[in-house]
T-cell receptor, first 112, second 115 residues
Framework: DSGVTQTPKHLITATGQRVTLRCSPR?????VYWYQQSLDQGLQFLIQ???????AKGNILERFSAQQFPDLHSELNLSSLELGDSALYFC???????????FGSGTRLTVV | AQTVTQSQPEMSVQEAETVTLSCTYD???????LFWYKQPPSRQMILVIR??????QNATENRFSVNFQKAAKSFSLKISDSQLGDAAMYFC????????????FGTGTRLQVFP
C-alpha cells in the first residue's frame, strides 16, 4: 500500500455518462496530481492541486474537471464520456520539500 | 516545453545479465529532477531511482544505477543481475525544480526478462 488511495479501482460506464474518480493522498501531502494513461501510452499530466488550489493544468479536456477539498482529498470529474476516454487514471501526491511522488494504484475506466 | 524521449519501445535481457534503458530529454532549465518508474503488470507505478540535476554523482539503488550526462541531456538506467521480477514497463520522467512541478513522462520501454 503506497498510502495514496484511489477509488473505485474499476469503473465501466456508457458513452455520454458522467463519473467521479476519488483520490486520498498520503497523510500530510498537500499536492495532488492527476494523470491519464491510455492503452499502451505513457502518462499524460492532467491537473495539479496544491492545498485546495489549482496549481497547474495539462492537456485536460473541457469535459473534465477536478477539485481538492479541505481534507485534501481530490476528485476528478469526467463528463459526456466518449470511448476514447477509456484509460487508467492515476493520482499521485507529494509532500512539501520532497521531490519524489507517490502514486495510487489507479482507476481503470472503461467506456462502452 | 520539456520533452522526454525513450527510443527503445522494447528491450529483452537474460536473467542475471545487465541491460541499459535509454532516455533523453530536452529542457532549457538548469535545475531539475529525473526519475525512472517501473510499471509491472499490476499497473502500479513504482519509483526505481531518482537523480537531482545539480548532483554530478550518478544515483544507485541496489542493482539499479543511472548514467546521468547533463550536457548530453541523457539519463539511462542500468539494471544489473536482472531478475524475472524486473520484467515491466519502465518510464523515464522529468520534473522541473520550478513552481510547476508536474512529472513529464516518456512513452516507456517494455523490458522482458528471459530465464
Amino acid at each position: 500500500d503506497s498510502g495514496v488511495t484511489q477509488t473505485p479501482k474499476h469503473l465501466i460506464t456508457a458513452t455520454g455518462q458522467r463519473v467521479t474518480l476519488r483520490c486520498s493522498p498520503r497523510s500530510g501531502d498537500l499536492s495532488v496530481y492527476w494523470y491519464q494513461q491510455s492503452l499502451d501510452q505513457g502518462l499524460q499530466f492532467l491537473i495539479q492541486y496544491y492545498n485546495g488550489e489549482e496549481r497547474a493544468k495539462g492537456n485536460i479536456l473541457e469535459r473534465f474537471s477536478a477539485q481538492q477539498f479541505p481534507d485534501l482529498h481530490s476528485e476528478l470529474n469526467l463528463s459526456s464520456l466518449e470511448l476514447g476516454d477509456s484509460a487508467l487514471y492515476f493520482c499521485a501526491s507529494r509532500a512539501e520539500g520532497v521531490y519524489g511522488y507517490t502514486f495510487g494504484s489507479g482507476t481503470r475506466l472503461t467506456v462502452v | 516545453a520539456q520533452t522526454v524521449t525513450q527510443s527503445q519501445p522494447e528491450m529483452s535481457v537474460q536473467e542475471a545479465e545487465t541491460v541499459t534503458l535509454s532516455c533523453t530529454y530536452d529542457t532549457s532549465e538548469s535545475d531539475y529532477y529525473l526519475f525512472w518508474y517501473k510499471q509491472p503488470p499490476s499497473r502500479q507505478m513504482i519509483l526505481v531511482i531518482r537523480q537531482e540535476a545539480y548532483k554530478q554523482q550518478n544515483a544507485t539503488e541496489n542493482r539499479f544505477s543511472v548514467n546521468f550526462q547533463k550536457a548530453a541531456k541523457s539519463f539511462s538506467l542500468k539494471i544489473s543481475d536482472s531478475q524475472l521480477g524486473d520484467a515491466a514497463m519502465y518510464f523515464c520522467a522529468y520534473r522541473s525544480a520550478s513552481f510547476t512541478d508536474k512529472l513529464i513522462f516518456g512513452t516507456g520501454t517494455r523490458l522482458q526478462v528471459f530465464p
